[in-house]
Nanobody, 126 residues
Framework: QVRLVESGGGSVQAGGSLRLSCVGA????????VAWFRQAPGKDREWVAG????????AYSDSVKGRCTVSRMNENDEVTLEMTNLSPDDTAMYFC???????????????????WGQGTQVTVSS
């Protein structure tokens, strides 16, 4: 059973940075992608970034491209999301998700992910 656990959220001022962490994806060796989503109150869950488990190739949504870096650390089964130049628009609950994907599937379909963490809150004040 895969249990994803996020950490690293918090409250920062606009322009600040945060590093989120997700562990647990290696429990299922058939997982091919690990991704980060976020959900603000009253809004749909939105894909933020992701990484291919084997190749470590990252992917980013347009909303965070250039401000975020997603990495996978083999040694400790950790996938991190480093976010810089944060704005109040980045305020949301951030979720780690993992799944087995057919080649060519898009990153942003929530239903494609089999495993989800409980989320970690990111709050950015102006």
């Amino acid at each position: 059973q895969v249990r994803l656990v996020e950490s690293g959220g918090g409250s920062v001022q606009a322009g600040g940075s945060l590093r989120l962490s997700c562990v647990g994806a290696r429990s299922d060796r058939t997982i091919t992608r690990v991704a980060w989503f976020r959900q603000a109150p009253g809004k749909d869950r939105e894909w933020v970034a992701g990484i291919f488990v084997v190749s470590h190739v990252p992917a980013y949504s347009d909303s965070v491209k250039g401000r975020c870096t997603v990495s996978r650390m083999n040694e400790n089964d950790e996938v991190t999301l480093e976010m810089t130049n944060l704005s109040p628009d980045d305020t949301a609950m951030y979720f780690c998700a993992a799944g087995k994907f057919m080649s060519g599937r898009p990153w942003y379909q929530v239903a494609d992910y089999s495993y989800w963490g409980q989320g970690t809150q990111v709050t950015v004040s102006s």
